[in-house]
């Protein structure tokens, strides 16, 4: 994995070899722009930069196991730097599963509507459907919760 090593400053982009706004000397960042750096990684692993046949658009590794566990546990990493914003740690970015998208934000279908939480704020939660039968019921005990049906 020899695209993140360190070598000597590198002041043309290795795409095009259009002059750098600024030397730097990791590889991975030594693009001009986001277009030169999807086109260089466009049919090499984003990982190991050796060859490889796409099967589509999202597919940004080859089919090595080490270079796909690279790429979800680094993924800041392997992409673009205009990602990553000044002052912004790995640990300060959610995983894809703990960050909302519009296809998971709203009931697919209307079937939940009408249904509604009430509680009193102080550990006791009620789950009623649009008719106002309660359906489950989160208590507090002691430190931790417990669901109640009906």
């Given at each position: 994995?020899?695209?993140?090593?360190?070598?000597?400053?590198?002041h043309?982009?290795?795409?095009?070899?259009?002059?750098?706004?600024?030397?730097t000397?990791?590889?991975?960042?030594?693009?001009?722009?986001?277009?030169?750096?999807?086109?260089?990684?466009?049919?090499?692993?984003?990982?190991?930069?050796?060859?490889?046949?796409?099967?589509?658009?999202?597919?940004?590794?080859?089919?090595?196991?080490?270079?796909?566990?690279?790429?979800?546990?680094y993924?800041?990493?392997?992409?673009?730097?205009?990602?990553?914003?000044?002052?912004?740690?790995?640990?300060?970015?959610?995983c894809?599963?703990?960050?909302?998208d519009?296809?998971?934000?709203?009931?697919?279908?209307?079937?939940?509507?009408?249904?509604?939480?009430?509680?009193?704020?102080?550990?006791?939660y009620?789950?009623?459907?649009?008719?106002?039968?309660?359906?489950?019921?989160?208590?507090?005990?002691?430190?931790a919760?417990?669901?109640?049906?009906?």
């Amino acid at each position: 994995m020899n695209g993140g090593a360190l070598a000597a400053p590198r002041h043309y982009c290795r795409q095009d070899r259009t002059k750098l706004a600024e030397p730097t000397d990791n590889l991975r960042r030594a693009f001009c722009t986001r277009f030169c750096w999807e086109q260089f990684y466009r049919h090499r692993c984003v990982v190991c930069e050796k060859p490889i046949r796409r099967k589509n658009e999202r597919q940004k590794t080859c089919i090595d196991h080490d270079c796909k566990a690279a790429i979800r546990r680094y993924q800041l990493a392997y992409s673009w730097p205009e990602k990553r914003k000044t002052g912004d740690t790995p640990s300060a970015h959610k995983c894809p599963s703990e960050t909302l998208d519009s296809s998971c934000s709203k009931p697919r279908d209307s079937c939940l509507r009408g249904w509604a939480w009430s509680g009193d704020g102080h550990g006791d939660y009620s789950l009623y459907d649009k008719d106002g039968l309660t359906l489950a019921r989160i208590e507090l005990d002691g430190s931790a919760y417990r669901l109640r049906r009906r």
